[in-house]
């Protein structure tokens, strides 16, 4: 059943380290609002009110862009396997780039990726569940992450991943800087 609460309990963080797939909101006052599937072991829980997740390049920032006009972001874990479970944790949120005086300590909780582009970090205010019976069960198979997307960046090296940005993550789908290179 439905439960509510300010804060991470262990039962909480137990299940959302558990999870190989976790969801990303994000919408800007105006524009389209955005939702990212993440995987790989990028996601980090610091204590009772606060996650960290790394995010790797991909073919847009949305979520960066949202966060400079309005720091709000949820995350949702499903339960694909095992007991049914929907958990949302909801907060706002900061970006973290590699030019920044955090970024080597909180880069340091997660292995090291090739196209590493952002942290986020996201300060809990709700933590909500929800029944879940909806989500199938489904069977991990691989993770595409690792096997296609990491060692393409990694091929790409710093220059190419660099141009990469230049070409795809200055500015959001709406037209909105990402501050990548700011």
Known sequence: MAFQTNRLNKRF?????????????????????NLSPKGLDSLKIIDDNQIVWLSVT????????????????TLMFCAFEGSALILRVFGTAEVIYPRHDEWERLYGLF???AGAR???????????????????????????????????????????????WREK??????????????
Not at 59 to 70: C, I, P
Not at 134 to 142: D, F, I, Q, S, T
Not at 172 to 181: H, K, L, N, R, Y
């Open 118 to 164: 952002n942290i986020f970090k996201l300060k809990i205010d709700l933590v909500t569940t929800s029944c879940g019976t909806g989500v199938p069960e489904m069977a991990l198979v691989r993770t595409r992450a690792e096997t296609e997307l990491v060692p393409w960046y990694d091929e790409m090296g710093t220059d190419g991943v660099d141009a990469f």
């Open 58 to 73: 991909g073919s847009g920032n949305e979520t960066a862009a949202h966060l400079l006009k309005t720091p709000r972001m």
């Open 13 to 33: 963080k137990k299940f959302i380290e558990k999870q190989k797939l976790f969801f990303v909101a994000t919408a800007a006052p105006e524009g389209r609002v």
């Open 111 to 113: 292995p090291d990726y």
């Open 169 to 182: 993550n200055v500015k959001s789908i709406d037209g909105e800087p990402t501050g990548i290179f700011e």
